[in-house]
């Protein structure tokens, strides 16, 4: 069974950092590549970074630079930093797998997420 289990998530001020974690089991985690997703609330849910089973990394660009997104095979978890956080990174952080076969854009297991709110 696949479990993608998020944490890390809280009420940070603006300008804050938080670092959300993403702990997978049941899958050969190095061969995926694994993503991080957001939901705004009343909005739809969106991409926000990838890191590859080779460690090449993509961000939207309203995180670029402040954002990190990383991968310890060894502990088969990857990672969000966030840095100088905007009240508009208020949501639900989801982190996602694909094996990387599959279409571009195409997800096989979803974690339940995570809530982060930065207070302005």
């Known amino acids: 069974q696949v479990q993608l289990v998020e944490s890390g998530g809280g009420l940070v001020q603006a300008g804050e950092s938080l670092r959300l974690s993403c702990a997978a089991s049941?899958?050969?985690?190095?061969?995926?590549?694994m993503r991080w997703y957001r939901q705004a609330p009343g909005k739809q849910r969106e991409w926000v970074a990838t890191?590859?089973?080779?460690?090449?990394?993509d961000y939207v660009d309203s995180v670029k630079g402040r954002f990190i997104i990383s991968r310890d095979n060894a502990k088969s978890t990857v990672y969000l930093q966030m840095n100088s956080l905007k009240s508009e990174d208020t949501g639900v952080y989801y982190c996602?797998?694909?094996?990387?076969?599959?279409?571009?854009?195409?997800?096989?297991?979803w974690g339940k997420g995570t809530l982060v709110t930065v207070s302005s």
């Open positions: 890191i590859t089973s080779s460690e090449s990394t």
């Open positions: 996602a797998c694909a094996n990387p076969l599959r279409p571009r854009g195409a997800v096989d297991f």
């Open positions: 049941g899958i050969i985690f190095g061969v995926f590549n």
